[in-house]
Each structure stands twice: as C-alpha cells, then as structure tokens.
C-alpha cells in the first residue's frame, strides 16, 4: 500500500521558487512529526523541515528563510515552498515521519533541479 507520495519537482534557475507535495493515507502521518528530506548524489540523506503534531516548524540553518513546511487543514498533504533556490539545493526530495521508531518505507521522491 503506497502511503507516500511526492510531486511538484522540476528544473528551476538560481533564485526561483517551486512547491513541493507529499500525499500521505494513514493517520499516523497526521499526528506525528513530519519531516522534508533530500538526497544529493553521493550524499546522505538530510533533514531539511519538520513541522510537529502541533505546527510548529523546524529549519537547518542551510535552508532556513528560505523553505516552509506547512499541512493542509485535514493534515493528509504535507508541502514545502522553495524559495531563493540556490545550485545546492539540487536533490531528490522525499517526505516521512521524522521518528525512526515509525518511519514508513520511502517514497519515490521528487527531482528538484537547480541551475546555476
């Protein structure tokens, strides 16, 4: 059963903007932490927003002012707007629950391309 759907990717110059969209099904997405990750190639998975049970929003330092995290008002979609998008940003973003204890198995994310 797929629970976990990325969309929204694409090829954006330096400096643009584009909107992420996670689609989950389950209520275990809705009441626990969510987070945006992104994989560059040859590189680790990373952390790039969290938002809570209670909306409240977490950013490393590389993305912060930068990129939000929000939910829908039923909580099933999670998004992540991009702005001011800079060359390294380039990766295939993906979206979970931020708990290892109850990760889901990964979707096929999102190629997000960034131009120089």
């Known amino acids: 059963q797929v629970q976990l759907v990325e969309s929204g990717g694409g090829l954006v110059q330096a400096g643009g903007s584009l909107r992420l969209s996670c689609a989950t099904s389950?209520?275990?997405?809705?009441?626990?932490?969510m987070g945006w990750y992104r994989q560059a190639p040859g590189k680790q998975r990373e952390l790039v927003a969290t938002?809570?049970?209670?909306?409240?929003?977490v950013y490393p330092a590389s993305v912060k002012g930068r990129f939000t995290i929000s939910r829908d008002n039923t909580k099933t979609t999670v998004y992540l707007q991009m702005n001011r998008l800079k060359p390294e940003d380039t990766a295939v973003y993906y979206c979970?629950?931020?708990?290892?204890?109850?990760?889901?198995?990964w979707g096929r994310g999102t190629q997000v391309t960034v131009s120089s």
């Open positions: 979970n629950l931020v708990s290892d204890l109850i990760r889901r198995p």
């Open positions: 389950g209520s275990i997405f809705s009441i626990n932490a």
């Open positions: 938002i809570t049970g209670d909306g409240s929003t």
